[in-house]
């Protein structure tokens, strides 16, 4: 850390509160007292208030709603990069999202933690609007860091916060990609050389650190000490177990809890649907309207649990618009209804027997994926059972009975409730034999940041240094072709910060300049399977229930050779090891070391940009070695490296595909979203060239068809919809048609939105009145008209009234422009259809219109016009609803003409019969043949 710091700083970045705390750094360190920083903020228009929690709540106010002098800090404002300008931060921000909705940020801590989600991405407000700007989790939170940066300077110019020595809290809960965007999001806010510390084990210094001289004699008799934290957005609970040796006191974390989304957020908004409810309104509220009013919940939650709390508090749900006052509703919750929640809903008396539910509940989770169980209870009996191997080995009976710890210490806001500290007391002294001492926390709210600052003394040698090392164990994942996986043990939990494993036993075969991809799993588990405790380098089976994956961890290999040498061998492969450590920041540190030289080392990034990692339930399939060179190719092309390829390998790649897999209309289906997979990852590529362009948009279009089949093509839809706003780089004919024809391909996985936004961009080509300006005319040719009115087509969740206008386009291209017939044909019969592919059949055209229709297509020449006919057929075919058929004298006709065209005998039966369509059919009427392996049940 830096050496010429002044001040030893704690911070801790809370999911309601962000608290900062502060020492001098001086001789006798022990003696300093510690303070907390209070930080500056607006609380109204212009008006600036220092106090000592900095709500972590951002405002994103409109257009000229504020004057600048209303929203002026103290300080010349410098945003962190990807910031916007004039968002209101603290109090203020707090207060106006109760009367404001759609514009404030809440929660940024728990979005940091959300691995469903890409928190690099500009998601919050997640309830905002469409005009409401928004931000990425991690700028959220840098951005609350920033603030709290800039106020200390203000107050200490001559000792900026970048040059102290800062120590940042997070929940022992979270995974290596939270730690890793935490540390992101406090380098946007310049603080380049922070640690991080756990928060249960901030609270226990904050605890040491005021009864120094008493602290030996209080924990004499408490063995085993259980931190349970529940702050707005987490439970996190820790085990520390007390030891004395030669008559000095030692502190070991020896359990860390699973990551658990569940705090004051959730009874917030459990006494919002309450308050819902009780308003009687017809409809649910939009999300929007939700967040305002959990915001006026949680001022009612803190009034009604607090001591000599009123017995109602008033909820006042504003109208919208011009009815903003007069069409304001209140109601009452009650000092009981809110005890009853929190206390029965949360924290009910249970036994220690008890698990938490994992099926989840019918509440909201609003975005965010929340714990199923809402029972802190029942998760602290399940944390305790996790952790029974070190609880036994800490506490000197040796009952049968389950280990229970025998001192408790409470943290976060909703221990400020003397209801809730007494209700979680009276819970553990029920579940163990030997009374209970509650260690005392005199402010729940702060004892974090004032702990950071006692662990920043500690690591000087002022104070007791807690022990325990990686809250975790880390795992290799190493599928297998037959049997369960098995997981090879790199970091057995509790292996001290700075101590190297290396893997010595183990070596790895890797091929230099090209991307390695490891894929990790961890446990909070002390035991896996018969063992005794983790051990490193030890093998494992994979047992969903005791691992969590992580993204995975990728590298490339760089060699010190020169390109001409690696030419000469195209495949140029080292023998590596594995090391692993914990590293000083509390992140995991993996590199590949090369077996014969140990002074190469490769480091492992972690990969963690809009990254989940793999399920564990899923079957890991045996990939076949032909696939997989195919794999390996893709992986080459579009990766980072652009040497990494020959550049004719991008113009011979459909045969080289062709050749290793074979004709790509029989590629199965796993085999083809196995590809897309290999493609999406190198999506930023696809740029590098013209060529690299096409072939990115062919194969990914082809790959990803029809754009939903699996059960994580959302996801993969999610992966590729931001392109759509990064358009072409190469914008010629040829890619443009291919640029609309990957959109048509993967439309069926668009929602209503995504395609209207489509159909938005490319109706001024459509459009009948286009082809009378020259200038117009020419723009909708060399922008691939063709493959967007077959695009047009396929849009099936457009609204009817959409369908009809294009439709009737259409049906007037093909009478009056010959050029373009054939494909005006084609869109009028897949728009018009009686069937759809993915639509919902409610939302097809009224068979009325069709009826009206269905004249001007008899009179065709359909020997002429075989897509005439085709496109009849679709109108015609019967679907067995009559609310959709046509009627049976115009059935009639088109059979009649199908039978004197002498036209395929299917489509006959298309039109006469209830019946799927043919292989032939099928692909006529989409535009593609479905996967190989993809069935569709009408």
């Known amino acids: 850390m830096t050496t010429a710091a002044q001040f030893l700083v704690g911070i801790d970045l809370g999911t309601t509160n962000t608290v900062v705390a502060y020492c001098e750094l001086g001789e006798n360190l022990s003696q300093q007292p510690v303070e907390i920083f209070p930080i500056d903020q607006l ?101 609350y860091l920033n603030h709290i940066r800039q106020a200390w300077n203000y107050r200490h110019p001559n000792q900026p916060l970048e040059q102290q020595q800062v120590v940042i809290t997070v929940p022992a809960s979270f995974d290596e990609s939270a730690r890793k965007f935490t540390l992101q999001a406090a380098e946007l806010a310049g603080l380049t050389d922070i640690a991080l510390l756990e928060e249960p084990q901030a609270v226990v210094y904050d605890w040491y650190a005021r009864h120094q001289d008493t602290a030996h004699q209080e924990l004499s008799d408490i063995p085993l000490l259980l931190v349970c934290d529940v702050g707005g957005g987490t439970t996190d609970l820790s085990l520390v177990s007390t030891n004395f040796e030669r008559d000095q006191l030692a502190l070991n974390r020896i359990g860390v809890g699973d990551h658990l989304m569940l705090g004051g957020d959730n009874i917030d908004l459990a006494l919002a649907h309450l308050a819902e409810q009780r308003f009687g309104e017809a409809k649910q509220l939009n999300a929007a309207s939700l967040t305002k009013l959990i915001q006026q919940t949680r001022k009612a939650k803190e009034t009604l649990l607090a001591d000599n709390a009123p017995e109602q508090t008033k909820i006042t749900l504003l109208g919208s618009g011009s009815r903003l006052l007069g069409g304001a509703k209140s109601i009452g919750l009650s000092r009981e209804d809110v005890h009853n929640i929190a206390l029965e809903g949360f924290f009910p008396l249970c036994e220690l027997s008890d698990t938490p539910n994992t099926r989840r509940s019918a509440m909201v989770e609003f975005g965010l994926p929340y714990v199923a169980d809402p029972a802190v209870s029942k998760h602290i009996a399940a944390f305790l059972h996790q952790h029974q191997s070190v609880a036994r080995d800490a506490m000197p009976s040796n009952s049968e009975h389950v280990a229970v710890p025998v001192g408790l210490l409470l943290n976060g806001g909703a221990f400020n409730s003397r209801s809730i500290t007494e209700r979680v007391t009276q819970l553990m002294d029920s579940w163990s034999d030997t009374p209970l001492t509650l260690l005392h926390n005199p402010s729940p709210d702060c004892s974090v940041a004032l702990g950071a600052v006692a662990y920043g003394k500690a690591r000087h040698g002022a104070q007791i240094l807690i022990g325990g090392g990686a809250a975790r164990s880390y795992f290799l994942h190493l599928p297998q072709k037959k049997g369960p996986s098995q997981a090879l043990c790199l970091l057995a939990k509790g292996t001290e910060e700075g101590q190297e494993i290396r893997l010595t036993s183990r070596r790895f075969s890797l091929t230099l300049e090209e991307p390695v991809r490891f894929t990790l799993l961890t446990s909070t588990h002390d035991t896996i399977g018969q063992a005794k405790a983790v051990q490193n380098g030890a093998l494992y089976t994979v047992d969903p229930e005791l691992f969590q994956p992580l993204p995975p961890y990728i590298t490339t290999l760089k060699s010190n050779e020169s390109p001409s040498s690696l030419q000469a061998n195209q495949k140029h492969r080292v023998e590596v090891q594995l090391a692993c450590q914990l590293t000083e920041v509390g992140t995991l540190k993996i590199e590949c070391v090369r077996s014969d030289d140990e002074t190469q080392r490769w480091q492992v990034e972690f990969a963690v940009r809009g990254e989940e990692g793999e399920s564990l339930a899923d079957h890991t399939p045996d990939i076949p070695h032909n696939e997989q060179a195919a794999i390996d190719l893709l992986s080459k092309i579009y990766s980072g490296n652009k040497n990494s390829t020959d550049p004719k390998t991008i113009k011979t790649l459909n045969k080289t595909l062709e050749k290793r897999l074979g004709k790509r209309e029989d590629w199965p289906f796993a085999t083809l979203r196995r590809l897309f997979d290999t493609l999406v990852s190198g999506r930023k590529r696809r740029r590098r060239s013209e060529l690299h362009e096409q072939h990115w948009l062919r194969l990914a279009g082809y790959t990803l068809r029809p754009g939903f089949g699996d059960s994580t093509d959302s996801w993969r839809i999610e992966q590729i919809w931001p392109l759509y706003q990064q358009g072409l780089q190469f914008p010629t004919h040829s890619t443009w048609s291919d640029w609309w024809t990957f959109w048509r391909r993967v439309c069926g996985g668009l929602d209503q939105e995504q395609q209207e936004t489509l159909l938005a961009d490319i109706a001024k080509y459509l459009h009948p009145g286009s082809a009378r300006h020259a200038k117009n005319s020419k723009e909708t040719q060399d922008k691939g008209y063709e493959a967007m009115v077959r695009l047009a087509a396929s849009l099936e969740h457009l609204d009817v009234e959409d369908k009809t206008l294009l439709a009737t386009w259409f049906l007037n291209k093909a009478l009056k422009q010959p050029q373009f ?65 046509v009627g049976d004298d115009l059935r009639s006709q088109v059979l009649t003409k199908l039978s004197e065209n002498k036209l395929p005998d299917s489509w006959y039966q298309l039109v006469s019969h209830k019946m799927e369509l043919s292989e032939q059919e099928s692909k006529r009427a989409y535009g593609d043949a479905l996967p190989t392996g993809l069935f569709l049940i009408n």
Request: glycine share 6%; proline share 7%; net charge neutral.
């Open 43 to 143: 609380i109204g228009p212009g008006e600036v208030v220092r106090k000592p929690l900095l709500p972590s709540f951002r405002y994103h106010p409109a257009k000229q709603q504020f004057a600048k002098t209303d929203m002026m800090l103290p300080w010349d404002e410098h945003l962190v990069d990807g910031d916007l300008p004039q968002v209101i931060i603290g109090e203020w921000a707090r207060e106006l999202g109760t009367k404001v909705e759609g514009r404030q940020v809440a929660s940024a801590k728990s979005w940091l933690s959300h691995t469903g989600v890409d928190r690099t991405q500009a998601i919050l407000p997640w309830a905002g609007s469409s005009d409401v700007e928004k931000v990425s989790p991690i700028v959220a939170s840098a951005s």
């Open 821 to 885: 017939k054939p494909e005006h044909w084609w869109a009028l019969g897949r728009i018009a259809s009686r069937v759809p592919l993915y639509g919902s059949a409610h939302n097809v055209i009224p068979r009325e219109q069709i009826q009206q229709w269905l004249p001007t297509l008899l009179e065709q020449d359909w020997q002429h016009d075989k897509m005439a006919a085709f496109a009849t057929v679709m109108m015609c075919r019967k679907s067995g609803d009559r609310t959709r058929d």
